[in-house]
């Protein structure tokens, strides 16, 4: 999609295990919203799968990546070691986040307002079938609460797969989680680093 030497202002990244069915769509609409905004963006596919979800990415202008072993967060460590735009935007290859509302989280990035932005759900549109109920009433609150209590964040959707941060930020913060705790620990040391954390409803 990019030269070698020519640097996105957004790098894209998504975890995949056999997303034929929604890669193309989630990568479309993240081309869309990088368009609708004037940048150049890059796009990183983490995948480990066994169906045609590598070849479509990388048909589609994609760098893929394939992690050494499984794991949600391990997947992001390994795609941000090649991420190389000035802002990440972090969503699941699945479809279950709309990629052209990305402008809206990085609004607060490019004013210097916020180092980290969270997509949350509670303050938006849950679409049905999105969150199953167990998640959505008792799981999500909860681990809400908990880093919310124990560590500040205030937040109200603390486990959202869609993220936008500053890039430089993320390098600082060491993340070492491999599986879906990758959100927590995320949240927990952007707050001990002190940075500022913001919510966009979506």
């Known amino acids: 999609m990019l030269s070698s030497v020519e640097a996105p202002d957004i790098s894209f990244i998504f975890p995949a295990k056999d997303e034929e069915e929604t890669i193309g769509e989630v990568i479309e609409k993240a081309k869309k919203a990088a368009e609708s905004v004037g940048v150049k963006c890059e796009i990183i596919v983490a995948d480990n799968s066994t169906d045609a979800t590598p070849e479509i990415?990388?048909?589609?202008?994609?760098?893929?990546?394939?992690?050494?072993?499984?794991?949600?967060?391990?997947?992001?460590?390994?795609?941000?070691?090649?991420?190389?735009?000035?802002?990440?935007?972090?969503?699941?290859?699945?479809?279950?986040?709309?990629?052209?509302?990305?402008?809206?989280?990085?609004?607060?990035?490019?004013?210097?307002?916020?180092?980290?932005?969270?997509?949350?759900?509670?303050?938006g549109r849950i679409m049905p079938g999105a969150m199953p109920w167990l998640h959505r009433y008792v799981g999500n609150p909860?681990?809400?609460?908990?880093?919310?209590?124990?560590?500040?964040?205030?937040?109200?959707?603390?486990?959202?797969?869609?993220?936008?941060?500053?890039?430089?930020?993320?390098?600082?913060?060491?993340?070492?989680?491999?599986?879906?705790?990758?959100?927590?620990?995320l949240l927990i040391k952007a707050a001990y680093a002190g940075l500022r954390i913001r919510e966009v409803p979506i």
Request: glycine share 10%.
């Open 57 to 123: 990415a990388r048909r589609m202008g994609a760098t893929v990546v394939t992690p050494d072993r499984l794991g949600y967060g391990y997947a992001y460590r390994c795609a941000l070691k090649l991420a190389r735009g000035k802002y990440v935007v972090m969503a699941d290859a699945d479809g279950t986040y709309d990629l052209e509302e990305a402008p809206k989280l990085l609004e607060p990035l490019v004013k210097g307002e916020a180092d980290l932005v969270l997509g949350t759900r509670l303050k």
């Open 142 to 185: 909860l681990l809400t609460f908990i880093l919310n209590r124990f560590y500040g964040t205030r937040v109200s959707d603390a486990h959202t797969g869609f993220r936008a941060a500053r890039r430089e930020a993320l390098e600082k913060l060491n993340l070492t989680s491999s599986g879906m705790e990758f959100a927590s620990e």
